[in-house]
């Protein structure tokens, strides 16, 4: 009986320290879990700024091609005008420089 009682103590040690290792590895594994979260969290926190930075950047971008043709188109109608009260939009003929 006493032979049983120590194989039992034993059984039960070995079993305490198994589930110590385990709890330990548990332990990790949610460490390491928890950084990668984190670092997850951090890379959807990073995207998202960028995501940000180039929805405004291509905002201006916009805002300053639509100035870009605005002040074309202006020039365009100054230029037409110019030609009109000068004459120059008038037709003209293309003659050779050289007699034939």
Same mark, same amino acid.
């Given at each position: 009986m006493a032979g049983k009682? %120590?194989?039992?103590?034993q059984e039960i040690f070995? %079993?305490?320290?198994? =589930?110590?290792?385990?709890?330990? =590895?548990?332990?990790?594994?949610?460490? %390491?879990?928890?950084? +990668?979260?984190?670092?997850?969290?951090? =890379?959807?926190?990073?995207?998202?700024?960028?995501?940000?930075?180039?929805?405004?950047?291509?905002?201006?971008?916009?805002?300053? !091609?639509?100035?870009?043709? #605005?002040?074309?188109?202006?020039?365009?109608?100054?230029?037409?005008?110019?030609?009109?009260?000068? +004459?120059? +939009?008038?037709?003209? !003929?293309? %003659?050779?420089? #050289?007699?034939?």
């Open positions: 009682y %120590l194989v039992l103590q070995n %079993l305490r320290q198994r =589930k110590t290792a385990l709890e330990e =590895k548990l332990s990790q594994a949610e460490k %390491l879990e928890s950084i +990668g979260n984190q670092r997850y969290q951090d =890379k959807i926190q990073e995207l998202e700024s960028k995501r940000q930075n180039l929805r405004h950047t291509h905002s201006k971008l916009r805002q300053q !091609l639509e100035q870009i043709r #605005t002040r074309q188109e202006e020039q365009r109608q100054r230029q037409q005008q110019e030609e009109e009260e000068d +004459g120059v +939009g008038e037709p003209t !003929l293309d %003659l050779p420089l #050289t007699p034939p």
